[in-house]
């Protein structure tokens, strides 16, 4: 996957932006607050149709204006068209002229994967940070598990609601009970699945990428155990939630299911989070991202676009040199920078008061 052309109107900082963008890696650089990840995030939105800054999408029009448009040219095995416009009630989208019903149709279209100084919290910040890093993994590789997801969600709220009556009522309890297994077991199969063959992956790319020594381990918390068999499973957390009714019904909130699942990374045994330098918990965390890229390249025999918003000045000389011979296995790379890094055979874009300049 590549990005062709892009377009925006009135999005952040930029009143008008139209440029043609190449293949390879491909540098935005400029001052502090030019709008460098602005751009980025522009490309990186219509991938997810949200942004990895804000869940506010009226942030991202610009000062004074009603809305705002990002068109972009892809290609994924032919030409494709995506174009969002926002405006203060909401957005729309549109892929090849056919306008979206939900935003999960994007999932798998046009794949980007971000990667921010945020990023170094990955394995410190909450649970709900890294089940969004799965969701993502997930929905990007099996189709049906954003819908699995939504509609568990959906059977969830209506229990939590049902929680907090009065008078619990006992039928449409057991309905609800219900209603959230299967969903549940193929939401863990896959989150499964996918922490295994990351495990595999991250720990190669660790000894590609860094000196770290020793054996990542990647353990995947959940509620409940993952049965071969659906029956089995289903069996298993019947009597779990009969277990926990009471807990529930005091709380007023379902205690257990996927939307408490989290995951902990460990290095020869001890937890990254906590053991772990701030600078073994960047690279780890990159590292992580660059593994789940390596199984999309795998699973769809597409490379997705890689973006990295402002890395390379907390990588020391060794590890940027690495880092770009990585990259340099990708289709297409962005990477924002402060300074015109010296870095051969890349493509230069410069950011001068929300004016796009190619500077090569």
Same mark, same amino acid.
Request: charged share 30%; hydrophobic share 35%; net charge negative.
């Given at each position: 996957?590549?990005?062709n052309h892009?377009n ?12 043609d963008?190449?293949?390879?890696i491909n540098?935005?650089?400029g001052?502090?607050a ?14 997810l149709?949200k942004?990895?800054?804000?869940n506010?999408?009226?942030?991202l029009?610009m000062h004074?204006?009603?809305?705002? +448009? ?5 290609f994924?095995?032919k030409?494709?068209?995506l ?14 002229d ?10 798998g279209?046009?794949i980007t994967?971000?990667f ?5 919290l ?8 890294? +089940? ?6 997930c929905? *990007? ?8 997801l ?6 969830l709220?209506q229990?939590?609601a049902?929680?907090k ?13 219900d209603?959230?297994?299967?969903n ?5 199969s896959?989150r499964?699945q ?8 991250l720990n &190669?790319?660790v ?6 020594n020793?054996?990542i381990?990647?353990k ?5 155990d993952?049965y ?7 069996? *298993?957390v =019947?009597?779990?939630?009969n277990?926990?009714?009471? @807990?529930?019904?005091?709380r007023?909130a379902?205690?257990r299911?996927?939307h ?6 460990y290095?020869?045994s ?7 330098s701030?600078?073994?918990? +960047? ?6 991202k &660059? ?6 390249k795998? @699973? ?11 890395? &390379?000045?907390?990588l ?6 690495? =880092? ?13 920078s402060?300074e ?7 493509n230069?874009y410069?950011?001068?008061d929300?004016?796009?300049l190619?500077r090569?």
């Open positions: 996957m590549r990005v892009l925006l109107i009135n999005f952040r900082n930029y009143q008008k932006v139209n440029i963008i190449d293949n390879g540098l935005i650089y001052d502090n030019s709008g460098k990840t602005n751009l980025v995030e522009a490309i990186s939105f219509v991938s149709g942004s990895f800054r804000t506010d999408d009226s942030k029009i004074q204006n009603e809305n705002a +448009r990002i068109e972009l040219e892809y994924s095995k030409k494709n068209y174009d969002v416009i926002l405006t203060k009630e909401g957005k729309t989208v549109y892929h090849n056919i306008k979206l019903e939900r935003l999960s149709e994007l999932n279209l046009f994967i971000t921010t100084p945020e990023d170094v990955l394995f410190k910040d909450s649970p709900s940070v890294r +089940r969004k890093f799965l969701n993502i993994a929905s *990007n590789l099996y189709r049906g598990y954003i819908k699995q939504s509609d568990y969600k959906n059977v709220k229990r939590n049902l929680l009556d009065e008078i619990i009522d006992e039928r449409l309890l057991e309905i609800f009970n209603g959230m297994i299967d549940q077991y193929q939401i863990i896959c499964y996918i922490l295994k063959r990351l495990e595999e992956k &190669l790319m000894k590609k990428f860094t000196n770290i020793g054996m381990k990647v995947y918390q959940c509620d409940f993952l071969d068999s659906i029956a089995d499973f289903r069996k *298993n =019947l009597d779990i939630y277990q926990d009714k009471e @807990q529930d019904i005091k007023k379902t205690s299911g996927v408490h699942d989290d995951f902990t990374v290095l020869d001890k937890e990254v989070a906590d053991f772990a701030q600078g073994q918990n +960047r690279l780890i965390a990159l590292c992580l &660059l593994s789940y890229g390596e199984l999309i795998e @699973q769809i025999n597409e490379n997705p676009v890689i973006i990295l918003d402002d890395v &390379l000045s907390e020391d000389n060794q590890h940027q040199k690495k =880092l770009i011979d990585i990259l340099t296995e990708y289709e297409q790379v962005f990477i924002t402060a015109d890094e010296n870095i051969e055979g890349i230069k410069q950011i001068i929300g004016t796009v190619r090569n």
